[in-house]
């Protein structure tokens, strides 16, 4: 700090004591009968200005240090100089303090989320790159191996692996969008049934190549929810079905309305889960015990499909008996229910 800064910083203090002591000068010559420069009163007024000016230059002398402290603490890398402040001698330096020092707190916190976001992209990207690398080798060696002699199966095993190709790049537009799921989401009532039998579509070539049945029952539901994020959760389930299911296994797929929500049920007789996993099954890079044994499971499909499904008010649970099948229900809440209570 220059002295300067400071007298400038002072300089309505500095022109309230020069009033007044023009004042007590003015007041002094008037009412004394002895000449003014002869007077007590001036005696009075110079020791008054010397003390002025000493309480100035301590005054600044206190301030110059306490800047020079913060300056070269603000010199230090990163922010955590802030937690290094000299301590405050004035109300007004106690409130910058704070300010401060929730201000860090705050950036701090973005910092630590910017950085997770940052970590969980990486590793999405890394995951994406390498899994997606298995269905293309998969289709090419489908090809190479049945150029002469082309069937219907040769076909549907192709379109199999293009399918997962299409998974994954459906999965990474979902996951880029999830966190600005604000902007791009629109909840309208919606046929759980047309939803549900979009999703199987995009399956039948895995569930023609593995002869699984298929059931579907009671999916005349209408539901309060976006259609195009709701239909990336159930694809992912049924995904997941068919992948556990062993060939020629059954699949079921169906909805019941309970008291205050409609619940969509799909059950596989595949190798179920153990009790141990059932719990982390929705954490993310989470594959269990089958990831380990069946194929290559990236641990983002229910982890991604939990996440959206809580933004849209919905719930995803799985009960499973270990060796004899799964069953995961997406529960979806009745709100005029809500909102008649």
Known sequence: MRLRDYLFDKKFLIMLYLTMFGFAGVVISVGEAVPFGRSNGLYVIEVAVFLFFVYLSIDFLYQKSYYQKLKRLSETEGLDWVNSLPASASSQQRIYHELLQKQYREINKKLREYQSKSSEDTEFITM?????????????????????????????????????????????????????????????????????????????????????????????????????????????????????????????????????????????????????????????????????????????????SQKIARKLGHHIAIASDYEKGTKVSVHFPVWNDYYDV
């Not at 379109?159 to 190709?165: A, H, L, N, V, Y």
């Open 128 to 304: 994406w790159v390498h899994e997606i690398k298995t269905p293309i080798a998969a289709a090419k060696l489908i090809i190479e191996n049945s150029l002469n002699a082309p069937s219907e199966e040769v076909l549907y095993s192709i379109e199999d692996e293009i399918d997962k190709i299409e998974d994954f790049v459906q999965m990474t537009l979902f996951y880029s969008r999830a966190d600005d799921f604000a902007k791009d989401y629109l909840i309208s009532s919606t046929s759980l049934d047309k939803v549900v039998r979009e999703c199987i579509k995009r399956e039948y070539a895995s569930i023609t190549n593995k002869h699984l049945n298929l059931q579907l029952d009671q999916l005349d539901f209408q539901i309060d929810t976006d259609e195009k994020w709701l239909g990336f959760i159930i694809k992912q389930i049924v995904d997941n079905a068919v992948k556990y299911s062993y060939p020629n296994g059954k699949i079921s797929i169906y909805a019941e309305q309970q008291e205050a929500e409609t619940v969509l049920i799909i059950a596989d007789q595949g190798p179920g889960i153990k009790a141990e996993d059932i719990r982390r099954v929705f954490d993310k890079h989470f594959t269990g015990n089958n990831g380990r044994k069946f194929e290559a499971e990236t641990g983002f499909g229910l982890y991604l």
